[in-house]
């Protein structure tokens, strides 16, 4: 093989440790841990050995130095001679031997590293090698697959008891450990994840595993998984909503006979970790509620027949990585199944003891606390420039995923492009097909609906004795039709889903306080406000909010004040066109500018929990217009 870059040995490492991280058959998201053992200088200036290894949670595919805590190997070492230690023992000594004492919480698996008297070693989860470790045998597997000089290790939980028996086997070539994975070794980084590449291509030429060419299946019902997803998420989300991520690629692991088998076990006791010790198995047209209540703990993978795979996140990102943990766990055990006839996992009592360890519970404390909006998803139209714009990044910012719609394409690609889990859907939405096509991307994508901003419009002026009738049609048609269009899609999608929602529409002061010669607009926006009001009245039962905010006089970055509606306006009041915006704001009682961020603010208010008792409202975000108070 090629050599392994880098200047200094722990440079080495770390690009070792990229290469094994950069392949998801052997490992994925945080799985598995590097070493190798170097001579450092301590801090009274001696000579010392040194073994640097991966901190507990990091990710090969994207470590660093500063992710390889290092111990003293000499403190370390006279370990060997215990006979027994406790996981909190352990965890505790070896925090007492780290080179620097605020470095990353060092592998679980550091003394396995360090009890092995090679320089450098590896450990992966790979699949192949987890299909032999699960065989009904695994150690005739393991030697009929990769040969006598392999050894096997009986499933012993990570910790000091397995790190001494494999350290028994340091004669060996390398160790598969039963229903957990590989430990590989060698005198150079290449020796060591040559072995394990060499190793892994053999267990997958035993198992006769060939790269699947995607078989085409027929596009299941576009409605029917729609309802499926909704219902689904409904169900996952208590406390906190959840994110759904699909993965049609699944579907043959779905669609097998033995499927609910499949989704009994895991490939390694990692991945239970992240998506729990078993999949739920659903049709497309199951109960999902009456399955979700009856697996216990709340899934967060799923098999559809018909359909393939599902996993349940606090966000798309976990969601994902949880749905290609599940389609690599599901491959894994799948082959398994298919050359052995059969298979062995942990007992029920390993699992929940596995399930329930302080030690790797820890990886899961690191996280950070969820922004409040997190697993929400949101609908903002109009979100191109202007108001939308800002509401967009107000709600990307609070962790909302969102979809934004608006007819103007450039304008919301470059919106989108700054956000991190928005997608965009283009077009007008006097469309039927666009709303629909929005409503469907929301649901397609994130698994369903939580909030619909409302704030598509134009402006629309003229005198009522010589006003166009298709300006006034307009005005209607985009301000106002459009809006209930977009109501009634999304009325069905939160009613199916069953959690509530929140409907905001963007209406303006010009809905109680109107100005003469702005007719098509103040009529659209005063229906826009009795459109709010009737879904209220409606969505209430089932838990759906909708409520209203009226702003007032927002110039900055809006492309409803057009330079031909600034003129108007200006000759309407009797002032300069330059003086419009100070006119505006000088007017209010505040006398304050008002901007897209306070209308924002107030929207994430009425998108969040924490307006739960309101609907039916109207906040005014204008400055303080007496003519335009609500009533
Ligand atoms: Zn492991």
């Excluded at 058959?25 to 070493?35: A, D, E, I, K, R």
């Excluded at 190997?73 to 230690?85: Q, V």
């Excluded at 790269?211 to 019902?221: C, H, K, M, T």
């Excluded at 002032?575 to 008002?594: C, K, N, Q, T």
């Amino acid at each position: 093989m090629t050599a392994v870059p880098g200047e200094s040995e722990l440079e080495r490492l770390v690009a070792r440790s990229r290469l094994i991280g950069a392949d998801p058959t052997l490992v994925l998201y945080g799985g598995g841990n590097t070493s190798t053992k170097l001579t450092e200088v301590d801090h009274l200036g001696r000579e010392r050995r040194v073994i640097r290894i991966k901190g507990s949670g990091s990710d090969l595919g994207t470590v660093t130095v500063s992710d390889f805590p290092g111990l003293w190997l000499d403190e370390l070492l006279p370990l060997r001679e215990r006979a027994a230690m406790s996981d909190e023992e352990m965890v505790a000594y070896l925090t007492r031997c780290l080179v620097e004492p605020d470095s990353a919480r060092p592998s679980i698996e550091t003394l396995l590293h360090a009890f092995l008297p090679a320089t450098h070693v590896d450990h992966v989860h790979a699949d192949a090698i987890c299909s032999l470790a699960n065989a009904p045998d695994p150690g005739a597997a393991v030697r009929e697959a990769l040969g006598e000089e392999v050894a096997v290790v009986r499933y012993l939980r990570p910790g000091f008891e397995l790190s001494r028996r494999v350290a028994e086997l340091a004669d060996a070539r390398a160790v598969v450990l039963a229903h957990h994975g590989l430990v590989t070794w060698g005198d150079t980084h290449e020796q060591s994840l040559g072995l394990t590449l060499e190793l892994v291509g053999q267990a997958r030429g035993y198992l006769g595993l060939v790269e699947e060419a995607g078989v085409e299946e027929p596009e299941p019902d576009g409605a029917l998984v729609e309802r499926f997803l909704v219902r689904l998420r409904g169900c996952l989300s208590g406390e906190r909503r959840v994110v759904l991520a699909t993965e049609r690629a699944q579907q043959s692991l779905a669609d097998r006979p033995d499927a609910e088998q499949v989704a009994a076990m895991r490939s390694t006791p990692d991945h239970m970790l992240r998506i729990g010790a078993r999949s739920c198995v659903l049709g497309l047209d199951a109960d999902a509620r009456a399955a979700v209540e009856s697996h216990g703990e709340p899934p967060r993978a799923f098999l559809v027949p018909g359909f393939g795979g599902v996993a349940a996140g606090p966000d798309a990102g976990a969601a994902r990585a949880r749905l290609e943990i599940a389609g690599h766990t599901g491959a894994s055990v799948a082959a398994t199944l298919d050359r052995f006839g059969g298979a062995s996992w942990l007992s029920a009592q390993e699992v929940y003891e596995f399930e329930n360890w302080p030690l790797e519970l820890y990886k899961l404390t690191l996280a950070p606390r969820p922004p409040e909006l997190a697993g929400h998803v949101a609908l903002v139209t109009g979100a191109a420039s202007g108001i939308g714009r800002d509401v967009a990044a107000d709600l990307a910012g609070r962790g909302a995923h969102l979809v934004l719609a608006d007819i103007d394409e450039r304008g919301l690609e470059a919106v989108c492009a700054g956000l991190p889990l928005a997608v965009s859907v283009p077009g007008d939405l006097t469309d039927e097909e666009v709303v629909d096509r929005c409503v469907h991307t929301a649901v397609a994508r994130f698994g369903g609906l939580d909030a619909v901003v409302l704030n598509a419009g134009i402006a629309a002026t003229g005198a009522l004795e010589t006003l166009d009738e298709d300006d006034w049609e307009r005005s209607l048609d985009v301000n106002l039709s459009g809006q209930f269009r977009l109501t009634r899609r999304a009325l069905g999608v939160l009613r199916e889903q069953g959690i509530g929602g929140s409907l905001v529409y963007v209406a303006s002061k010009n809905a109680f306080a109107p100005g003469a010669g702005f007719g098509p607009y103040s009529v659209a926006k005063a229906g826009l406000v009795q459109l709010m009001r009737i879904a209220a009245l409606e969505g209430g039962r089932h838990g759906i909010r909708a409520n209203a905010v009226n702003p007032d006089a927002i110039f900055d970055g809006s492309k409803l004040w057009s330079e031909e509606l600034r003129r108007e306006r200006a000759a309407a009041h009797g002032i300069g066109v330059d003086e419009l915006e100070a006119f505006y704001a000088g007017r209010s009682l505040l006398g304050r500018p008002v901007t897209g961020s306070d209308v924002a603010e107030a929207v994430a208010f009425l998108v969040s929990d924490r307006s739960r008792a309101t609907t039916g409202a109207v906040i005014p975000v204008d400055g303080g217009v007496p003519a335009a108070f609500p009533r």
